[in-house]
């Protein structure tokens, strides 16, 4: 865990926002789509779901989840042509324990 990549890739209001959407998907996403294709929100979002929701540019969005991934923050599974995004939980508790112990 690199702690200042971490604190790069949530300085962006955007990307921690994504964070906080994949902490919970089942509010802020439909899953019905996933789950008529055997998926379900464990595997992550699907890129496009998380482009449409932030409304900006696909190329953008991917930029951003590439950089959280990049500090640890997320891991991403490939099914087909999909690419769907979750949370590392494990580096994220690292982070917790890394701000509680040294700030």
Do not use: H
Request: aromatic share 12%.
């Amino acid at each position: 865990m690199e702690p200042l990549l971490i604190y790069k890739a949530l300085s962006n209001q955007t990307r921690s926002q994504i964070m906080l959407w994949l902490k919970n998907p089942e509010q802020f996403f439909d899953e019905k789509p996933y789950l008529q294709q055997g998926l379900n929100f464990r595997i992550g979002v699907c890129v496009g779901d998380i482009q449409a929701k932030a409304g900006l540019a696909q190329s953008v969005i991917s930029s951003y989840l590439l950089t959280m991934q990049k500090a640890g923050l997320l891991e991403s599974e490939r099914i087909g042509k999909w690419t769907y995004y979750r949370r590392n939980e494990k580096t994220i508790q690292e982070f917790y324990t890394f701000i509680q112990q040294k700030l």
